[in-house]
């Protein structure tokens, strides 16, 4: 659905973008995670050419939109929504007026508008908030309006830009719901950037790794999180980095309740200690994380049985 | 002098003084307002960058801003007749006084409108506005109670302007002043004239800061 080759983006001296390519499929929500700096902003901006590439393409729903002209640009623009982290709303405008102004742009007759905007202010669960000012509802509510407004145009990609960032955990986990709630019953693609691990681990199905203008690593999370040294499984587990000397690090992705790691122990001749372990839930299912030390005869083949239980066995050099 | 005498002389100055600044604020706006979206709009990181256009504009109406008001009016002179055919009266002095007020108020509009976030701005381009669409229905309705705040107080000059303008044939309150209070030494009359000035000035500025606060929804 966005596909971005070779994207390089300079500000004189300083690179913000260092050759990136991103490939969000279809109906799928697509986190781009990183630090403040790291150029996953640049990125964003760059799909709907807020930014201008310094080089490279940016095909969204099959449209290159590095070859439009302005006009074209924007009305493809007007098919990509985006929300930001501190909502952008007009203050000059109502609740409603604030919905509609995609539509104003759009050329939508007046009554054709406000049947619309109803219909929008109901989807993200403000309805009859419409003639409200924007200062007078909280950050969620205020995100709710700013989500409204960009799904105006009946968008089939949405760019989130830290949208949950300036929200509370209880909020964010609100507005994640809702995305999530979009992304399923609209098919809305979505591709959001954040620098909070909570977000890609509560929402996403794929995943980028941005630093220094560059992907690090992306994908899907179900195939990263099988990845044997992945930085993600790294960032998301609480465990200490590196893994200390001889230690195993075990990684659940199939069935959690089946006790591996007390039929090793009892099949096989060996010592097991528990230094450390926790258990994630992701859009994906729920991925346990456990680093032991393995003592005694049988280390060996007690690796190879947890490795043929279909764990995934990381061993740190000695 | 009594008050039958004082009369007679305020109420006609008041109403010159009214319609020569009533006149120069229609005009100011007219041609001010659209001046300052230029500065801002042309702006190196503007909606249309172009720092000459920029740069040029810029420096005219620093040009307009660095004159003393007494010596505009009197170097125009010729631009006046030009465009009323006489340079005494009323209907002469529109023409100094919008063109000394035209850059003072857009500086005011300019920086009114870059009040405006950009983040807001923004989210109108990502919605695919055009730059006309993003003008009108995003920096001119969000700035407006600057924009209103920048008005009253291009009135209140142009209220000082025009007693100016009286010592050279305007008219109005300034004109009254200086022939009955300065020359005839009609001390009464000049306090009521200062008085009234004041009451105007007061009045006008009130009224300016609750419309600001009326449109203002922060």
Redesign the interface.
């Known amino acids: 659905m966005i596909q971005a080759y070779g994207l390089r983006k300079q500000y004189g001296e300083t690179v913000a973008l260092d050759g990136v390519d991103l490939h969000v499929r279809e109906g799928e929500i697509y986190g781009v995670l990183g630090q403040s700096g790291a150029g996953k902003s640049t990125l964003l901006r760059c799909v709907n050419l807020l930014e201008r590439p310094t080089a490279g393409t940016v095909t969204v729903a099959g449209q290159d939109l590095t070859a439009l002209s302005d006009a074209e640009l924007n009305r493809a623009r007007q098919r990509i929504g985006m929300i930001h982290q501190h909502f952008a709303l007009l203050s000059s405008r109502t609740v409603a007026g604030n919905v509609a102004f995609p539509l104003e742009i759009m050329g939508m007759p007046r009554a054709e508008r406000e049947r619309r905007v109803a219909e929008l202010l109901e989807l993200v669960g403000l309805e009859g908030r419409g003639k409200d000012r924007p200062h007078q509802l909280s950050g969620g509510q205020k995100q709710r309006v700013g989500i409204a407004r960009a799904l105006a145009g009946n968008p089939s990609v949405l760019l989130s830009d830290e949208a949950t960032s300036a929200l509370d955990p209880a909020t964010t986990q609100s507005i994640l719901a809702l995305l999530k709630r979009l992304n399923a019953e609209l098919g809305l693609t979505i591709l959001l950037i954040t620098h909070e691990m909570n977000v890609v681990k509560s929402v996403c199905d794929s995943v980028a790794i941005m630093s220094r203008g560059r992907i690090e690593e992306s994908g899907a999370i179900a195939d990263l999180i099988k990845t044997p040294g992945s930085r993600l499984t790294r960032e998301i587990f609480p465990l200490p980095e590196p893994a200390p000397a001889g230690s195993v690090t075990l990684t659940f992705t199939g069935d959690p309740t089946r006790p591996v790691v007390s039929e090793v122990v009892r099949k096989f001749d060996v010592d097991l200690n528990i230094l450390g372990g926790s258990i994630e839930d992701l859009a994906g299912g729920s991925v346990g994380r456990l680093r032991i030390t393995l003592e005694g005869a049988d280390t060996g083949p007690a690796l190879a049985y947890l490795r043929d239980s279909g764990l995934i066995v990381e061993e740190a050099a000695v | 002098m009594t008050w039958e005498e004082m009369l007679p002389l305020l109420w006609p100055a008041t109403l010159e003084t009214a319609q020569m600044v009533g006149w120069a604020t229609l005009f100011t706006v007219l041609l001010g307002l659209p001046l300052g979206v230029a500065l801002v709009v042309f702006d190196r990181d503007g909606l249309r960058p172009m720092p000459a256009l920029k740069s040029a504009l810029g420096f005219v109406v620093n040009v307009g801003r660095s004159l003393p008001f007494i010596v505009l009016m009197i170097a125009i002179i010729p631009f006046t007749r030009l465009v009323v055919g006489t340079t005494i009266g009323t209907a002469a002095f529109v023409v100094p006084l919008t063109v000394g007020a035209v850059p003072f108020f857009a500086r005011l509009v300019e920086t009114a409108l870059r009040e405006v976030?950009t983040?807001?701005v923004?989210?109108?381009?990502?919605?695919?506005?055009?730059r006309t669409?993003i003008v009108r229905?995003?920096l001119l309705?969000?700035a407006?109670p600057g924009l209103v705040a920048g008005l009253t107080v291009t009135v209140v000059a142009l209220i000082g302007y025009s007693a100016m303008a009286g010592t050279l044939g305007g008219g109005g309150l300034g004109d009254l002043a200086v022939r009955y209070g300065y020359q005839r030494f009609e001390t009464l009359l000049m306090i009521v004239t200062v008085v009234l000035l004041l009451v105007i000035v007061q009045l006008l500025q009130s009224l300016g800061d609750w419309v600001a606060r009326r449109?203002?929804?922060?």
Not at chain 2, 122 to 129: E, V
Not at chain 2, 215 to 218: A, D, N, P, V
């Open positions: 976030g983040d807001v923004q989210a109108a381009q990502a919605m695919g506005a055009s669409a229905k995003v309705p969000e407006l449109l203002s929804h922060k």
